[in-house]
């Protein structure tokens, strides 16, 4: 059993304000995928390297297992790590790439032997075990970086975006075979991202981080359908949730020409006299009585097309997922309406916070 | 406006250039090679012999049975100081300027300075104390009081730690703490290979300097201790200098260098630090 807790772990890097890391709580199941999702300094960086053992920890425990390992290096830690920028050795081969850590360890040659040619194999790489890195494509050196992490059969997998190097048609197909073999594997796995795509497809659960603070961990699903901050809300979801700050009326909430119902615990809660109401792109619909805006752009995808237009007195403009066949055209005038009331989300404008259920 | 230089080859005015560049840095050792094989009457008559005569050996020779210059122990004697050094600053170099590139260490900072610093003071400087420092502790005479305090450099170290802190990225180092590695095991599998284009030209640039030495040695080395430049030095002494029999033993004592030029300079080959991360 190898679970991983961090217990208020917090960094601080001399010199800055606030902690890169502060308090993390979170608890990762044995086997599972957990992603860590967040802008650029955010802290998932950092959060993986505390893990691994190459960022010190000022305050707060690590756990892996049921060892305490907040103060130990990191080949203490039976950890395997792979690198955005793959850190492969150049000077050795891809066999002794994968089997350095092994001979560290003072393994067998014979068992290194058959370790490596056993990753080798499931990664597709048994016939590039004699060369050199510089003699590799990128997606093959991913995936040696990949596989000097499985022949060790660590307790943990960290992942510090394994994939941003990648052109995006390989990305795609690394990602499926990252999570297929970590189900295989069933090795407790620590994957960083700035990616959401990545975060909902590849994620058992994901962590959404914001300076350096634990936002929501939950399933892909659950972080979808109910964020707790407009922060997640903004973030989990592309095109991104649409999120107006509404004046609350009898019934509910102005929507254009139509009120949208607003439950009773949401308005009990409400701090002003307004609340910021999410709508998900594909909760709105073009024509029918709701919000009127001109559109601005139109991307179609082929199967469906996403409206952006801009209503009057709001400054964001709203996204509408349309059919791809007859979309509007830019500069029309449309109205948006809300298909499912039920899937309407709301916010706290001050606070930010998720109001209701 | 020329933008494709490097596609289209260099011009014929490159190549010209190029060559009489070339024969200008060969006609000094060519005109060695004349002088050498000549004798001293010949050598001294107007107009001078353009090419090579017939008496390279037996000057040769002779240089070697000077009893006064001790050619040969000479030669064995540089040979031994020189790769000494050699080897000793290459791996203190390496080990400093791998520590001070990539390991966080309290006065990291002002030690690095203190080591530049170091590079600052001339050698005309040092020599008397260093003769002082050498008679007090017993070694003045003998081959340790030319190789002793040439054993770490303050250039070596900077020029490791420059290369380090550019050639080896950090996730190399930690991605090697992470498969198990401690920190000397860092340095000898992971580092030191990284280092080798560098290391090639620290050795090359030490051993030319140690063989071609002459102030220090000339002054500390006691008669039965020559190395290669005192020794040329004694060739040329006394009432009338023989030229050929002083270019015969220069030309030996300019071989070994050439012959470690080559030898290290396969070792200087760029881009050995290629795919390992992609940056």
Same mark, same amino acid.
């Given at each position: 059993?190898?679970?991983?807790?961090?217990?208020?772990? %917090? *960094?601080?890097?001399?010199?800055?304000? !606030?902690? &890169?890391?502060? #308090?993390?709580? /979170?608890?990762?199941? $044995?086997?599972?995928?957990?992603?860590?999702?967040?802008?650029?300094?955010?802290?998932?960086?950092?959060?993986?390297?505390?893990?691994?053992?190459?960022?010190?920890?000022?305050?707060?425990?690590?756990?892996?297992?049921?060892?305490?390992?907040?103060?130990?290096?990191?080949?203490?830690?039976?950890?395997?790590?792979?690198?955005?920028?793959?850190?492969?050795?150049?000077?050795?081969?891809?066999?002794?790439?994968?089997?350095?850590?092994?001979?560290?360890?003072? %393994? *067998?040659?014979?068992?290194?032997?058959? !370790?490596? &040619?056993?990753? #080798?194999?499931? /990664?597709?790489?048994? $016939?590039?075990?004699?060369?050199?890195?510089?003699?590799?494509?990128?997606?093959?050196?991913?995936?040696?970086?990949?596989?000097?992490?499985?022949?060790?059969?660590?307790?943990?997998?960290?992942?510090?975006?394994?994939?941003?190097?990648?052109?995006?048609?390989?990305?795609?197909?690394?990602?499926?075979?990252?999570?297929?073999?970590?189900?295989?594997?069933?090795?407790?796995?620590?994957?960083?991202?700035?990616?959401?795509?990545?975060?909902?497809?590849?994620?058992? *659960?994901?962590?959404?981080?914001?300076?350096?603070?634990?936002?929501?961990?939950?399933?892909?699903?659950?972080?979808?359908?109910?964020?707790?901050?407009?922060?997640?809300?903004?973030?989990?979801?592309?095109?991104?949730?649409?999120?107006?700050?509404?004046?609350?009326?009898?019934?509910?909430?102005?929507?254009?020409?139509?009120?949208?119902?607003?439950?009773?615990?949401?308005?009990?809660?409400?701090?002003?006299?307004?609340?910021?109401?999410?709508?998900?792109?594909?909760?709105?619909?073009?024509?029918?009585?709701?919000?009127?805006?001109?559109?601005?752009?139109?991307?179609?995808?082929?199967?469906?097309?996403?409206?952006?237009?801009?209503?009057?007195?709001?400054?964001?403009?709203?996204?509408?997922?349309?059919?791809?066949?007859?979309?509007?055209?830019?500069?029309?005038?449309?109205?948006?309406?809300?298909?499912?009331?039920?899937?309407?989300?709301?916010?706290?404008?001050?606070?930010?916070?998720?109001?209701?259920? | 406006?020329?933008?494709?230089?490097?596609?289209?080859?260099?011009?014929?005015?490159?190549?010209?250039?190029?060559?009489?560049?070339?024969?200008?840095?060969?006609?000094?050792?060519?005109?060695?090679?004349?002088?050498?094989?000549?004798?001293?009457?010949?050598?001294?008559?107007?107009?001078?012999?353009?090419?090579?005569?017939?008496?390279?050996?037996?000057?040769?020779?002779?240089?070697?049975?000077?009893?006064?210059?001790?050619?040969?122990?000479?030669?064995?004697?540089?040979?031994?100081?020189?790769?000494?050094?050699?080897?000793?600053?290459?791996?203190?170099?390496?080990?400093?300027?791998?520590?001070?590139?990539?390991?966080?260490?309290?006065?990291?900072?002002?030690?690095?300075?203190?080591?530049?610093?170091?590079?600052?003071?001339?050698?005309?400087?040092?020599?008397?104390?260093?003769?002082?420092?050498?008679?007090?502790?017993?070694?003045?005479?003998?081959?340790?009081?030319?190789?002793?305090?040439?054993?770490?450099?303050?250039?070596?170290?900077?020029?490791?730690?420059?290369?380090?802190?550019?050639?080896?990225?950090?996730?190399?180092?930690?991605?090697?703490?992470?498969?198990?590695?401690?920190?000397?095991?860092?340095?000898?599998?992971?580092?030191?290979?990284?280092?080798?284009?560098?290391?090639?030209?620290?050795?090359?640039?030490?051993?030319?300097?140690?063989?071609?030495?002459?102030?220090?040695?000339?002054?500390?080395?006691?008669?039965?201790?020559?190395?290669?430049?005192?020794?040329?030095?004694?060739?040329?002494?006394?009432?009338?200098?023989?030229?050929?029999?002083?270019?015969?033993?220069?030309?030996?004592?300019?071989?070994?260098?050439?012959?470690?030029?080559?030898?290290?300079?396969?070792?200087?080959?760029?881009?050995?630090?290629?795919?390992?991360?992609?940056?």
């Amino acid at each position: 059993m190898t679970a991983v807790v961090f217990e208020k772990a %917090t *960094r601080r890097f001399p010199g800055q304000d !606030r902690p &890169a890391v502060d #308090a993390l709580d /979170l608890h990762i199941d $044995d086997g599972e995928f957990l992603v860590l999702v967040g802008p650029s300094g955010c802290g998932k960086s950092t959060t993986l390297r505390m893990l691994a053992g190459l960022e010190d920890v000022d305050d707060g425990r690590i756990l892996i297992g049921d060892r305490d390992v907040t103060r130990r290096p990191p080949k203490e830690r039976d950890i395997a790590m792979v690198f955005q920028n793959y850190a492969l050795y150049p000077h050795m081969t891809v066999a002794e790439n994968m089997g350095f850590a092994l001979r560290i360890a003072g %393994t *067998r040659k014979a068992e290194i032997r058959r !370790r490596v &040619a056993e990753a #080798a194999e499931i /990664l597709g790489l048994t $016939d590039y075990l004699d060369r050199k890195p510089k003699a590799l494509s990128g997606g093959q050196r991913q995936r040696v970086a990949m596989g000097r992490a499985i022949v060790r059969s660590p307790q943990v997998f960290l992942m510090d975006e394994p994939l941003s190097n990648l052109d995006a048609k390989l990305r795609v197909q690394t990602r499926t075979q990252i999570a297929a073999l970590q189900r295989r594997l069933g090795t407790t796995t620590v994957y960083v991202t700035h990616d959401q795509v990545e975060a909902m497809t590849m994620g058992d *659960r994901v962590a959404v981080l914001k300076d350096g603070v634990l936002q929501q961990v939950a399933s892909p699903r659950e972080l979808y359908d109910r964020p707790v901050n407009l922060f997640v809300a903004g973030f989990m979801g592309s095109p991104a949730m649409n999120l107006l700050d509404l004046p609350l009326v009898d019934g509910g909430v102005r929507f254009g020409s139509t009120v949208l119902p607003v439950p009773r615990e949401v308005r009990d809660a409400a701090p002003g006299p307004t609340v910021v109401v999410g709508l998900r792109p594909e909760n709105l619909a073009v024509g029918g009585e709701g919000m009127a805006v001109r559109v601005d752009v139109v991307e179609e995808l082929g199967s469906d097309a996403f409206v952006y237009g801009r209503a009057d007195g709001i400054d964001e403009p709203l996204v509408a997922r349309d059919d791809g066949r007859r979309p509007p055209a830019k500069g029309a005038r449309v109205r948006l309406r809300v298909l499912d009331a039920d899937a309407v989300h709301h916010f706290d404008p001050v606070s930010g916070r998720r109001l209701g259920r | 406006m020329r933008t494709s230089t490097r596609a289209s080859g260099a011009s014929p005015l490159m190549y010209v250039t190029l060559t009489l560049v070339v024969l200008l840095s060969i006609a000094p050792l060519y005109f060695m090679l004349v002088m050498a094989s000549r004798a001293n009457s010949e050598i001294l008559s107007v107009p001078p012999p353009l090419l090579p005569g017939d008496q390279l050996a037996g000057n040769i020779e002779r240089v070697f049975a000077n009893e006064d210059v001790q050619f040969g122990r000479a030669l064995l004697n540089t040979l031994l100081v020189a790769s000494v050094a050699t080897v000793a600053v290459v791996l203190t170099s390496a080990l400093a300027g791998f520590a001070f590139a990539k390991l966080r260490f309290r006065g990291r900072h002002g030690l690095l300075v203190f080591v530049v610093a170091t590079m600052m003071v001339p050698v005309q400087l040092g020599l008397i104390p260093l003769y002082m420092l050498m008679t007090e502790v017993g070694l003045a005479g003998g081959l340790a009081s030319v190789t002793l305090p040439f054993l770490v450099s303050g250039f070596g170290v900077f020029f490791m730690r420059q290369y380090a802190s550019q050639a080896i990225p950090d996730e190399l180092i930690e991605a090697a703490r992470v498969d198990g590695a401690s920190t000397v095991r860092i340095f000898w599998s992971v580092v030191l290979p990284a280092l080798r284009p560098a290391a090639a030209v620290l050795g090359l640039l030490t051993f030319m300097e140690r063989w071609n030495d002459f102030l220090w040695p000339y002054i500390s080395l006691d008669f039965n201790h020559p190395t290669v430049q005192v020794a040329l030095s004694r060739l040329s002494g006394g009432y009338y200098t023989d030229q050929a029999l002083v270019m015969a033993g220069t030309l030996m004592g300019t071989l070994p260098l050439v012959v470690v030029f080559i030898l290290f300079g396969r070792q200087i080959v760029g881009g050995i630090m290629e795919g390992g991360v992609k940056s």
